[in-house]
């Protein structure tokens, strides 16, 4: 139990909003949503996050670049200086909630936090417990994030001041040196990552999901710039949620109570639902304004390109309350394929899913970071690498197995797709990127099981079953090499994509059976 004079605990949003501005820590915008500024860290700072190395972890957590060790008396050290910071703060900020919408799974979580706002996004984004459970609220995990805590390297063998430490044993998350709120979110989601595949058989994941008007689930995964969120959002179909969630025996479930989107360039015609989102009770994080210094300029990347918004999910119109829906009839791994190789759309076998699930491929694109001017494939496994505890192969077979068990359902298979929302024609710079219209139509052609009906062709290095027609797409797209004027550049292209991909896989052959290994590109 954390001891302290003035906790001010759970806060309805609008005393958090008038709190923080009376501490002159943020402002309303135009729209009603607060604005703050995070500070020095902008983002997650993923090479000084730590797990405690002890019983629970020591055999278990895939330790190395990701999950980096951190013994258990430097972690009570910190917290020791973590409790002592905050006993002489004049006030801190305190939330009950809970993370997984099923209640055989529920994780409840005490969130104690600096800043009034810090609380608001745990508001937003954990679920939101009703007056009478909050009654009889008794924790499993506890979050410290204190921004004006900060750890000495050299006495603590941390890497600079900030730090994102989490306890298995003591089941508590310390954060401090950042006020970034992501790090608040992805800690339980590193947690949820480890409890949940190991000890209650559910599939964490990092996508997100929607259902259509016959109660027919799917599943979107994808890495920043695939078109997850654009594409899951879906005004025919309800969200389930938009970024993390669990897939045990019987549903898929979210994991979590709100959205945490990324703003940069958003408008209202591209985004309708998130722009509507964002009134009062959502809060923006580092963004810009147009010259009146009140309305959003979501175009403005002066402090940040990762600008953000939390909302709770209920500022979304067209969702599933409880935030729940059956297994999954069709699951999208989205790839933004700025080499131009990879088919607009394809189905994966069981053994293909399992291998580009563990790939996590997709491309950046010259101007979106400094110092890069060709594409650059990025590798993540699971689309979520810097958030998995356990080696990547552990929820590359859990996929397989829940793959297995959803024969059961609908046309009896869950239909996995690879869909390219990338380049065609040829590689970024010398093709054209895949309309997002004719990825609409494939999707929804998957969805309502057109592509069922259709033939499909084997395309020969990366052995990918590609539909030879389409609802409402040129059939001349569907096949990659056949949009490329020189098929020599095709080819060179596709092999020196396919090394890539041979190259990354040697992270897991200890690990992956024949069958997995065999379901990639064939040998060059």
Request: hydrophobic share 35%; proline share 5%; aromatic share 10%.
């Amino acid at each position: 139990m954390i001891k302290h004079s003035n906790i001010k605990d759970n806060l309805v949003p609008a005393a958090l909003v008038q709190r923080t501005i009376e501490l002159e820590q943020g402002k309303l915008s135009s729209n009603g949503a607060l604005v703050v500024n995070t500070g020095k860290f902008t983002g997650r700072s993923p090479k000084d996050r730590y797990i405690v190395d002890d019983d629970i972890t020591r055999e278990d957590v895939d330790w190395g670049d990701i999950n980096i060790p951190i013994s258990p008396d430097t972690y009570h050290d910190l917290y020791k200086k973590v409790i002592e910071y905050m006993e002489g703060l004049d006030e801190i900020y305190a939330r009950d909630a809970y993370a997984c919408a099923s209640n055989k799974y529920r994780l409840y979580i005490k969130v104690y936090t600096e800043f009034p706002w810090q609380n608001l996004f745990a508001h937003n984004m954990f679920l939101r417990l009703t007056e009478e459970e909050l009654k009889t609220f008794e924790a499993d995990w506890k979050i410290l994030a204190f921004p004006g805590v900060l750890a000495d390297p050299e006495k603590h063998g941390t890497r600079q001041e900030n730090f994102s430490i989490i306890n298995f044993t003591e089941k508590t998350i310390l954060i401090g040196g950042t006020a970034y709120t992501g790090e608040i979110k992805k800690g339980i989601f590193s947690v949820l990552n480890f409890v949940l595949p190991k000890v209650r058989n559910v599939l964490s994941m990092h996508c997100s999901a929607n259902v259509g008007s016959n109660s027919d689930t799917a599943l979107f995964f994808g890495l920043s710039g695939t078109g997850k969120t654009t594409l899951s959002n879906d005004p025919d179909r309800r969200l389930i949620g938009d970024d993390e969630h669990g897939w045990s025996t019987s549903n898929i479930y979210n994991l979590e109570g709100g959205c945490y989107a990324k703003t940069i360039d958003l408008s209202e015609s591209k985004e309708p639902q998130i722009y509507k989102a964002i009134r009062f009770g959502a809060m923006l994080e580092n963004i810009g304004y147009k010259e009146d210094d009140v309305t959003p300029n979501y175009e403005d990347t002066s402090i940040t390109q990762n600008t953000r918004v939390s909302y709770p999910i209920y500022h979304i119109d067209n969702i599933m309350y409880n935030s729940r829906g059956d297994i999954p009839k069709n699951i999208f791994f989205l790839t933004c394929d700025a080499f131009g190789v990879l088919p607009p759309i394809s189905k994966l076998t069981k053994e293909q899913a399992m291998y580009h699930f563990l790939s996590g491929y997709t491309a950046k694109i010259a101007g979106t970071e400094e110092g890069i001017t060709e594409p650059q494939a990025t590798f993540s496994s699971c689309f979520g690498a810097p958030f998995l505890p356990l080696h990547p192969t552990a929820y590359a077979e859990l996929l397989g197995k829940k793959l297995d068990a959803g024969v059961d359902i609908g046309d009896g298979k869950i239909n996995v797709w690879l869909v390219n929302t990338g380049w065609t024609g040829g590689k970024y710079g010398d093709g054209n990127r895949i309309e997002l219209s004719f990825t609409r139509a494939m999707i929804k052609a998957a969805l309502n099981g057109d592509l069922n009906k259709v033939s499909y062709s084997n395309e020969n290095l990366f052995k990918l079953n590609v539909p030879q027609e389409c609802p409402d797409v040129p059939n001349a797209i569907l096949n990659p090499r056949d949009t490329w004027r020189n098929v020599e550049e095709y080819d060179k292209m596709a092999n020196s994509l396919a090394k890539l991909f041979k190259d990354n896989f040697k992270n897991f052959e200890a690990k992956a059976d024949m069958s997995l290994q065999e379901a990639g590109p064939s040998a060059l």
